[in-house]
């Protein structure tokens, strides 16, 4: 493992606990056991400058439903909006001003992520990003074991009941994982989510005109 790991300045999320988070949470919705669900994010940036905050924000504007322009989201990383080393609910509240999301809704278990991926859309995590996370196997596995390297945020844009994995975007470049991606297990999910300081979330995004 390359000797600077834990000092890797891509994981700079700031720690922002609110305890009202509570009342915010998935909106309801029929929940139908579909085997599998993918929200197709046609770019993976690579995280040369900005935080991981405004990388993982990024995805999630590209990605289905209502997948904003790349020229529009690139554009938005390049500005000074989402600036390095804020926190994932720093950088949601930004995103609401700039017009880009209605709101935000937060999970408190791995299964309203399972059933929030499966029948809204992709979501947001913001954790402890340790050194199983930051190294898949061949097979793009990762897992929340390992010393803590930092805080990350990324982007959940699929889950595979079937298989019991979720497909975890990432700004790390093409060359890490696969493509850009690695999987999580439903069990590690549920392991991170019980991490001080993890955040799961479902952004909402305003319909393109």
Known sequence: MPADLSTDPRLDVAADPDP????FPIPATPVYRK???AWQAPH??????GGAVAHAIGHHLLARPHGRHLREVTELLDSEALPP????RDGLRRTVKLGHYLSYHWARTEQQVA?????LGPMLLACTWTEDLHQPTLTG???PTGEALGVNCVLISAINSRAGLYRIGTAFGPRWGLRGNAYLSREAMADLL???GSLACLPIKTRQQ
């Open 85 to 88: 080393g804020i926190s994932l």
């Open 44 to 49: 993976l940036f690579t995280q040369t400058g």
């Open 141 to 143: 596995l990762i897992g």
């Open 194 to 196: 019980a991490m001080p």
């Open 115 to 119: 059933d929030a991926v499966t029948n």
């Open 20 to 23: 009202r988070d509570s009342e």
């Open 35 to 37: 085997l599998q669900q």
